[in-house]
């Protein structure tokens, strides 16, 4: 019993193993493209991420009949969600929350003596009848 277990172990670390030592190399390798449609992509990329950088944080290769869309379209936000002029909705907002003012824990609530009889003149008005009544 103890040895089938042993060897069911060891069977398991074997496989385990030899799957981790496999994946390593794959892993370790430097990302070069081997396909040419994979490295056409990632030139494409490349070239967007320099023509992105250069346009400063505006749109990348854009004609003027795309900008005109572009401000109609943040005009038109603006008019909807009612922004006070110069507010920029491509920025995050930023939420500055307050905490409210906490008791500290065990503070008494001192009542006054009219407000105690108050009550417990209400609690002697109230009709002690079941809430039907038996024949």
């Known amino acids: 019993m103890l040895g089938r277990s042993l060897m069911l172990v060891c069977r398991h670390t074997v496989n385990t193993s030899t799957r981790q030592l496999s994946v390593t190399p794959a892993v370790c390798k430097v990302a070069t493209a081997t396909d040419p449609i ?4 990632v030139d494409k990329v490349r070239l967007y991420g320099q023509k992105s950088k250069a346009a400063g944080g505006k749109l990348v290769d854009a004609t003027p009949e795309v900008e005109a869309k572009y401000a109609a379209e943040i005009d038109r936000v ?7 002029s110069g507010e920029d909705f491509t920025k995050f907002p930023v939420f500055n929350f307050q905490d409210t003012e906490l008791e500290p824990v065990g503070v008494t ?9 108050e009550v417990a003149v209400e609690e002697q008005e109230v009709d002690n009848r079941p809430f039907f009544e038996t024949s």
């Open 78 to 84: 603006q008019k909807q969600f009612g922004a006070v």
């Open 109 to 117: 609530v001192e009542t006054k003596a009219d407000e105690v009889e």
């Open 38 to 41: 994979q490295q056409l992509f």
